[in-house]
């Protein structure tokens, strides 16, 4: 099974700031196989990036995603007060497995 | 639009069998190109793939589940099934249905909005 280990598991940033969420796969992923999740308070994970670098429809530009092999990462440019969430890394290579999570909170 | 929505019981005894129904409306599950899935969440935790089956039937299950996990689909009423069973309370948790796309690039791109079982007596 391939794990995803997500870091940090908290990030406080505030408004404006830029957050930087990395995944690390436990072997190679293709970077086709490697997607990112936004999921707040009570709700369903939202699609955000998919193939580690295409964004889902209707998905800001401040959302940005690369990577490959085993070092993947989560950009988000500007914070805006909509994006503190959790976000999750995800694969399909082996089976499917999702990261831990990391929290984007508010300074 | 496609929306799917979660349907079963909320309260499991241990030891029984947990079954949960996902409906999808705004498209067909027989239209192809698409599996689709269970996904949990243990309370506060992240989250934990189940299985998938595509509308032919077939299906692919997490190694770690699988002796216990039987999906099904029923495409006259275009819905597909979870079972779950010899449940224990480390499978309380919030369970979604979801879609992944089939193709090159693949994803979840549809949620349902996920239902809370509780495994207690």
């Known amino acids: 099974e391939i794990v995803l280990t997500q870091s940090p598991g908290t990030l406080s940033l505030s408004p404006g700031e830029r957050a930087t969420l990395s995944c690390r796969a436990s072997?190679?992923?293709?970077?086709?196989?490697l997607a990112w999740y936004q999921q707040k308070p009570g709700q369903a994970p939202r699609l955000l990036i998919y193939?580690?670098?295409s964004r889902a429809t209707g998905i800001p530009d401040r959302f940005s995603g690369s990577g490959s092999g085993t070092d993947f990462t989560l950009t988000i440019s500007r914070l805006e007060p909509e994006d503190f969430a959790v976000y999750y890394c995800q694969q399909y290579g082996s089976s499917r497995t999702f990261g831990g999570g990391t929290k984007v909170e508010i300074k | 639009q496609v929306q799917l929505q979660e349907s079963g019981p909320g309260l499991v005894k241990p030891s029984q069998t947990l079954s949960l129904t996902c409906t999808v409306s705004g498209g067909s599950i027989s239209s192809g190109g698409y599996y689709w899935s269970w996904i949990r969440q243990h309370p506060g935790k992240g989250l934990e793939w189940i299985g998938y089956i595509y509308y032919s039937g077939s299906t692919y299950y997490n190694p770690s589940l699988k002796s216990r996990v039987t999906i099904s689909v029923d495409t006259s009423k275009n819905q597909f099934s979870l079972k779950l069973s010899s449940v224990t309370a480390a499978d309380t948790a919030v369970y979604y249905c979801?879609?992944?796309?089939?193709?090159?690039?693949?994803?979840?791109?549809?949620w349902g909005q996920g239902t809370l079982v509780t495994v207690s007596s």
């Open positions: 193939g580690a670098s």
């Open positions: 979801a879609r992944e796309l089939m193709n090159q690039l693949p994803n979840f791109d549809y």
């Open positions: 072997q190679s992923v293709s970077s086709s196989y």
